[in-house]
């Protein structure tokens, strides 16, 4: 877009192909995965409109696709054609929704068999979110994590994750959603909204050890947690203003290198032990209604747009 605004202001664009640097590779995009986050770059206002009013914007934090190029001093064993998924991190006419797209290779893992495109699409960003969540609240086995918007893509896999962690996980759901939040391993669920950490603590009077709110109750939230407790948070939130528990901000751009974390995640989807939920596929000229999915209720996993 070279404007924000609502879905709307989605458009197709020719663009000049990035260029590659050392380790760095270049993919060959299939599939981008729409999330909230893209919402919000999208009607985002610039900092100054008079210099860029014509600057083009790209979002689009997760893709998959094909490896076409390899650039120099990449310390990663890939070769040309190898299917892989990979986190982004838009800047400018840098982003996701783009059919050629360079990327560090410490951001790529390759797709495991088993995955469609489409699929291995949803798993890099919202992975490592919840990954980065996991490894922020440094929680040790047989503690107790509540987490909220379990029954979302950050949240099911945290609740997957915590619980390959050893947690006892507490996690809030919607009537329709409870059956998928305990397939993913919940050990108690609460029922989702304004009353989530009254819930909490009637089944656990001094507080959980830590929780994650990905569905941004922000301070509704906090009571659910011990004195002295965690609490991550995805948008930004730092806290009440008191120090009763230690609230942490976290944004996935600290784990764009993170491969490691990004190979096992591959991994776990590959296996079963993650699950991934595509709402749909679109192609990419339809990027406006898959937008605009993102204001209807009740979606569950992500809409994928398609460049193949």
């Known amino acids: 877009m070279t404007r924000p605004g609502g879905p709307d202001a989605l458009g197709e664009l020719d663009l000049a ?27 985002r206002p610039r900092q100054d409109e008079a210099d860029e009013a014509d600057a083009v914007r790209v979002p689009g934090m997760e893709v998959a696709g094909v490896i076409t190029e390899i650039g120099p001093a990449v310390d990663r064993a890939f ?13 400018g006419e840098h982003g996701g929704y783009r059919a050629d797209l360079v990327v560090p290779a410490r951001s790529v893992a390759r797709i495991p068999a088993g995955l469609s495109h489409a699929q291995a699409a949803t798993v890099p960003m919202n992975g490592l979110t919840a990954q980065l969540a996991l490894d922020t609240l440094a929680l040790p086995a047989g503690a107790t994590v509540a987490v909220t918007g379990a029954a979302g893509s950050v949240g099911g896999y945290f609740v997957q994750l915590a619980k390959l ?3 006892v996980v507490v996690a809030d759901a919607a ?18 909204g304004d009353d989530f950490a009254a819930e909490v603590r009637r089944r656990h009077p001094g507080g959980v050890d830590g929780l994650l709110d990905a569905a941004a109750l922000e ?37 764009v290198e993170a491969a490691a974390e990004l190979d096992r995640l591959a ?10 939920r595509v709402a749909g596929r679109l192609p990419a000229a339809r990027a406006v209604d898959a937008h605009r999915s993102l ?10 747009l398609r460049f193949d």
């Open 165 to 167: 962690a050893g947690l």
């Open 79 to 91: 070769t040309i054609g190898d299917a892989v998924m990979a986190i982004v991190v838009p800047s």
């Open 295 to 304: 204001e209807r209720r009740g979606v569950r996993g992500r809409f994928v």
């Open 219 to 255: 301070a509704a939230a906090l009571p659910a947690v011990k004195d002295g407790g965690t609490v991550v948070t995805v948008r930004g939130y730092q806290g009440d203003g008191t120090d009763r528990v230690r609230v942490v901000p976290i944004f996935v751009r600290v784990y």
């Open 267 to 276: 991994a776990l989807a590959g296996d079963g032990r993650l699950t991934v």
């Open 175 to 192: 009537r329709q959603d409870e059956t998928f939040v305990r397939d993913c391993g919940a050990d108690e669920v609460v029922p989702r």
């Open 17 to 43: 192909a990035e260029p590659i640097g050392p380790g760095q590779v270049r993919i060959r995009v299939t599939s981008a995965t729409v999330n909230p986050v893209d919402a919000m770059i999208r009607a």
